[in-house]
């Protein structure tokens, strides 16, 4: 209003208008615009649950409802002939009869970009999640429709990752549920040995007993994995950080595995590329990585194999590789062996045990860390790298 003000005053100014009869034609032609314009908004605001075309089609005819008024007050006040306001009367017609049909254009330009919006929200409610054919439509319903397409592809991805943890849940429980059962049947059945006196040797009796703490032991291992197992995924882990020598705590798992790969028959290398890398990290929880890692490697190499770990820094990571000889991994399950519980069909035999869950554990420990984690074939065997970010 205050911009349509100034630019008549400019009108008036430039066209040699007296002030008096600008100042008259202003008023005479704002007050019957202003009434139009009222009534036009009454009458909008009982209509606010009708189609857009309708709506955008009525606008337009408020509006040159009100310039049309407030021409022909205006015109009448300053003595113009019957014929002039009859032609005035035939041009303002012919301008709102273009301007009402290029209304509903418009309006039903709109109708067709909310039908497309209401069809794609209603196959997204429906779960089918695939692009759709867009129609053109204005900026502000493009815009929308970009939010829903970028929310079904993300609804789309929430729903293919919800059916893999589903899936991965199920086999765990399955894998759980065996690995349970095997330690309990081996208790019970040397438990009942030594209730019922079948045995009596000092010498069975004491490997029975050993069995079974063995065997117990191996249940409370178990135990603390899926504890463990469960803190992360709940994002439960507390890491207490502190400056450590990643060296350090490397040197330390490759001792405390020496005893594993002894027994086993395989050699540990160890190798520090430069200065070893000072972190900001949890040594408990990154000691438990390096000797998952350690263990997974020594289980699945040969007797007679080398196992290498290389520690150093690259770039704005620091990192350690642990290279085993296990003769790689199946290109179908090397992007699924840090699920919980996964283990390929060469695994799945008693020689290499466990529940699979030290992997999954350490992907969760290293990305808690903001650091990551991978595997890859290399020379005969596989290589996992664990790399965490350097603090400045």
């Not at 067709?112 to 929200?121: D, K, N, P, W």
């Not at 704005?316 to 399950?333: K, L, Q, S, T, Y």
């Amino acid at each position: 209003m205050v911009a349509g003000t100034l630019i008549a005053i400019a009108i008036a100014v430039a066209s040699g208008l007296p002030a008096r009869d600008s100042l008259l034609l202003a008023t005479l032609a704002g007050i019957g615009a202003v009434g139009a314009g009222l009534l036009g908004l009454v009458v909008m605001n009982s209509m606010r649950s009708r189609s857009i075309a309708l709506l955008s089609s009525f606008a337009a005819v408020t509006t040159v409802a009100a310039v049309a008024i407030g021409a022909f007050v205006a015109s009448g006040a300053m003595f113009i002939s019957s014929h002039d306001l009859s032609a005035l009367a035939v041009i303002l017609v012919a301008s709102a009869t273009i301007g009402i049909a290029f209304a509903l254009v418009l309006g039903q330009r709109v109708s067709e970009a909310r039908r497309s919006l209401a069809e794609t929200t209603r196959r997204i409610g429906k779960g089918d999640f695939s692009p759709s054919n867009r129609l053109p439509a204005p900026a502000e319903f493009a815009l929308l429709a970009d939010e829903l397409e970028d929310m079904s592809a993300r609804l789309k991805h929430a729903q293919e990752r919800e059916r893999a943890l589903e899936a991965s849940r199920r086999e765990l429980v399955a894998w759980v549920s065996h690995d349970l059962r095997t330690p309990l049947a081996g208790i019970r059945v040397m438990a009942e040995a030594l209730e019922d006196e079948i045995i009596e040797d000092a010498e069975t009796v004491a490997r029975y007993h050993a069995g079974i703490r063995a065997e117990v032991d191996r249940l409370s291992d178990l135990v603390d994995d899926l504890f463990e197992l469960s803190r992360i995924n709940a994002g439960a882990l507390r890491l207490e950080l502190e400056p450590v020598s990643l060296g350090d705590l490397v040197s330390d798992a490759l001792s405390a595995a020496s005893s594993i790969a002894n027994h086993k028959g395989v050699r540990l290398n160890g190798e520090l590329e430069g200065r070893s890398p000072e972190l900001e990290l949890s040594a408990p929880e990154i000691s438990r990585v390096l000797r998952n890692l350690l263990e997974n490697a020594i289980r699945h190499t040969p007797h007679d194999g080398v196992v290498r770990v290389e520690t150093g820094v690259d770039r704005a990571h620091a990192f350690v590789r642990v290279a085993d000889e296990c003769g790689g991994i199946p290109e179908r399950d090397i992007d699924r062996v840090f699920e919980a519980a996964f283990r390929s069909e060469a695994a799945r035999t008693p020689v290499h045990g466990g529940a699979g869950l030290g992997l999954a554990i350490a992907r969760g420990i290293v990305e808690a860390h903001e650091g990551e984690i991978s595997v890859r074939n290399h020379n005969g065997g596989c290589a996992f790298t664990m790399r965490l970010p350097m603090r400045s």
